[in-house]
């Protein structure tokens, strides 16, 4: 791989560039106008060290039994680091977003709007993990968008989405509240003083029509990364509080977080 290798992205203009990690032999960042935005063990797809990814696979591996192929539409991807964990832990696997990770460029809700309409009602897990820079677009945060991906999971499937939100958590309290307008069943999980929204962090918000899904919450706690800490049901309710529902009327961008975040988090 050459050194450091970059580009100028062509939508945005932002510069990208694949990066060695410093502390984590093996290990390369993508990054995007200096935003760390993922982090691959190019030899060991099956390892994962980002946080709240970390969470997401622990999401993914509750799915069926161990090493079950399943169908999955992610939306974002990165340098690919769910696709790849998915394809080494469970071969076989149909990843639309990506034999069997097939990859579609373009704005994530246009291209998921023009999946094959075979693929409604059938996908086992709908990951939303879509950044611009540092923020998440305002038109993939909204109750028509998380409709529109809720219409594609199976009556076993689950809608994960990664939101990045900072003290207080207004922008994440009002995605769970939309998510939860959507789907019945939610949780949302994070570390410990991110839930509390004492500091800036990523939110992982997990929904489904399907109840059992609350049974895998004991285990997502017990497996980390720690400390972990999680709302559901009747807390979930309290979380959410008076947070609006967001609609494609009044929808806006993530917040934007200090850079000095980023800079941390890829040097620890």
């Known amino acids: 791989m050459p050194e ?3 580009i100028s992205l062509a939508s945005s203009g932002l510069r990208a560039s694949i990066e060695p990690d410093p502390y984590q032999p093996g290990g390369y960042i993508l990054d995007i106008d200096g935003t760390p935005q993922s982090h691959v063990f190019i030899d060991d797809p099956g390892e994962v060290f980002f946080e709240y990814i970390r969470r997401m696979a622990h999401v993914l591996d509750e799915i069926g039994e161990p090493g079950e192929p399943i169908t999955v539409v992610h939306l974002g991807g990165g340098a690919l680091t769910l696709p790849r964990y998915i394809e080494a832990t469970r071969p076989g696997s149909r990843l639309q977003k990506s034999a069997n990770v097939r990859i579609r460029y373009g704005d994530a809700r246009e291209i998921m709007n023009k999946l094959p309409t075979g693929l409604r009602g059938t996908v086992d897990a709908v990951i939303v993990d879509v950044f611009s820079g540092a923020r998440t677009p305002a038109h993939v945060t909204s109750l ?9 999971l199976s009556p076993r499937g689950v ?13 994440a309290r009002g995605q769970v509240a939309t998510i939860h307008a959507v789907l019945p ?16 962090g990523n939110v992982v918000v997990v ?5 059992s899904v609350g049974e895998m919450l004991p285990r997502l706690l017990a497996g980390g990364p720690h400390p972990a800490s999680a709302v559901s049901g009747k807390e979930l309710k309290a979380f959410t509080a008076s947070a609006p529902i967001v609609t494609d009327n009044t929808a806006i961008a993530s917040p934007s977080p200090n850079k000095t975040i980023f800079q941390i988090a890829q040097k620890r």
């Not at 809608?159 to 922008?171: C, E, T």
């Open 144 to 152: 028509e968008f998380y409709q529109e991906a809720a219409a594609l």
């Open 185 to 200: 069943h939610v949780m949302a999980l994070a570390e410990a003083q991110v839930l509390k929204g004492r500091r800036f």
């Open 4 to 6: 450091n290798p970059s």
């Open 159 to 171: 809608l994960i989405v990664n939101v990045a939100d900072g003290p207080g958590l207004a922008f």
């Open 207 to 211: 929904g489904s029509h399907d109840g």
